[in-house]
T-cell receptor
Framework: DAKTTQPNSMESNEEEPVHLPCNHS???????IHWYRQLPSQGPEYVIH???SNVNNRMASLAIAEDRKSSTLILHRATLRDAAVYYC???????????FGAGTRLTVKP | EAGVAQSPRYKIIEKRQSVAFWCNPI?????LYWYQQILGQGPKLLIQ????????DSQLPKDRFSAERLKGVDSTLKIQPAKLEDSAVYLC?????????????FGPGTRLTVL
């Protein structure tokens, strides 16, 4: 899988939007961009994924750059429950492998 | 919809002992994964199954770890004998299909402490 780069940590205020960046300059045309998050003492939780177009679901939005070399996970209104480690992962369309990096630790302040 | 179930949630053993973990994936999910997550790191894939066949076990320490998925549903992961460095959270995940188009759903994990 191609490598991703994320900031180690970010802070946000409760009820404000959060933009979590991810760089993946070596992405291939068949790599999907996945986001997972892991709350303390829990297993990772799927957030969203996309290939080329921006995606929205009930949890978040995924904005993918036109050249696909970067993407941004958008939490529209952060809550204390959104405090977690967020992982940006590239996955090939025909490969089950999912390699986690260190992720971004998001802190949400009340 | 029920999620991925794992048991036990916690296990403490002495080194050189054996231990087994159980996973029940989401109903209908053909693909099942086992991950190892050491404290402070992201999960690392150990093995993946497609139905009851092994797709990739390249990162499984086969001298001490084994896994099986009988009848393509439940799976067990065994460590024999355990070493101190095996202390970690063992996560099971499942997905409806294979490849990057499908998301993985994770269980709560089993926290193993080897003394």
């Amino acid at each position: 899988d191609a490598k991703t780069t994320q900031p180690n940590s970010m802070e946000s205020n409760e009820e404000e939007p959060v933009h979590l960046p991810c760089n993946h300059s070596t992405i291939s045309g068949t790599d999907y961009i996945h986001w997972y998050r892991q709350l303390p003492s829990q297993g990772p939780e799927y957030v969203i994924h996309g290939l080329t177009s921006n995606v929205n679901n009930r949890m978040a939005s995924l904005a993918i750059a036109e050249d696909r070399k970067s993407s941004t996970l958008i939490l529209h209104r952060a809550t204390l429950r959104d405090a977690a480690v967020y992982y940006c992962i590239l996955r090939e369309y025909n490969n089950n492998d999912m390699r986690f990096g260190a992720g971004t630790r998001l802190t949400v302040k009340p | 919809e029920a999620g991925v179930a794992q048991s036990p949630r916690y296990k403490i053993i002495e080194k050189r002992q054996s231990v087994a973990f159980w996973c029940n994936p989401i109903s209908g999910h053909a693909t099942l994964y086992w991950y190892q997550q050491i404290l402070g790191q992201g999960p690392k894939l150990l093995i993946q199954f497609q139905n009851n066949g092994v797709v990739d076990d390249s990162q499984l320490p086969k001298d001490r770890f084994s896994a099986e998925r009988l009848k393509g549903v439940d799976s067990t992961l065994k460590i024999q004998p355990a070493k101190l460095e095996d202390s970690a959270v063992y996560l099971c995940a499942s997905s409806l299909g294979s490849g990057g188009a499908y998301e993985q759903f994770f269980g709560p994990g089993t926290r193993l402490t080897v003394l």
